[in-house]
């Protein structure tokens, strides 16, 4: 079976940003609020750190069930790891995840200083210096044969795009504007020549753009 190299329940607000400016440890997503960004998941039955029963059904809630189905490895870019810039400083800083982290799989960092590979719980992180079809490759082979997701941020998902590494790609547009960040797009038509996408807007004001390989 082919393995996918799969982008899924990736957020952005209306004019494309993923992300603000000046991250820090106290703010993974900088000068702008993420609340209302990822409000539609954390508004579901499936989202994982639910506390109370209930929650929303629909493509909403499917979309945050499937979100690791047959993934076998994922591949972030350092600043979804964490704010530390340059040369390691603390390796006692192990994400902003805690004990657990949810991704339950080998994770590959990319990053120009690598660092000693850790394990949490059952997720272990890599961190590899390398172009992004040399970290897919070790990413794949530590996927044993299942999908590896794409986690993000918004610029390593630029960097896999701009190689054409990426099979299929879910962007949840948020009904908000930031006005800077770090952006994955002017628009999605960007993406239109290389893509198929349907655009299926939800009851929660999210509108999920999805996306596959022409």
């Known amino acids: ?14 004019d494309g940003y993923a992300a603000g400016e000046n991250q820090t440890l106290e703010r993974p997503f900088g ?3 993420p609340g209302t960004m990822f409000a539609w998941a954390g ?16 493509l909403d809630d499917y ?5 690791s189905h047959n993934i076998g490895a994922e591949i972030m870019g350092r600043n979804k790891f964490g704010p530390q810039r340059g040369p390691w ?19 590959f960092v990319m990053t120009h200083h690598p660092r ?37 941020g918004a610029t390593t998902i630029r960097q896999f795009l701009d190689a054409d590494l990426v099979d299929t790609l879910h962007v949840a547009v948020s009904p908000i504007r930031f006005g800077s960040g770090v952006r994955l797009w002017e628009s999605p ?15 929660s004001g999210v ?5 596959w390989r022409r």
């Open 1 to 14: 079976m082919t393995q996918l190299v799969k982008v899924q329940n990736f957020n952005v607000s209306l």
């Open 31 to 33: 000068d702008v609020d």
């Open 43 to 58: 508004a579901t039955a499936s989202w994982p750190n639910r506390t109370e029963p209930g929650g929303s059904r629909g």
């Open 63 to 67: 979309l945050t069930r499937d979100f």
């Open 89 to 107: 400083e603390n390796h006692d800083w192990l994400g902003w995840w805690g004990d657990e982290p949810p991704f339950h799989t080998p994770v």
């Open 116 to 152: 000693p590979s850790f394990t949490l719980s059952d997720t272990t992180f890599h961190f590899v210096d390398g172009d992004p079809a040399t970290v897919l490759k070790q990413a794949r082979e530590a996927a044993d044969g299942k999908d590896v997701r794409l986690g993000g």
């Open 189 to 203: 038509e960007e993406l239109l020549d290389r893509f198929h996408v349907d655009v299926v807007p939800s009851p």
């Open 207 to 211: 509108t999920h753009h999805l996306f």
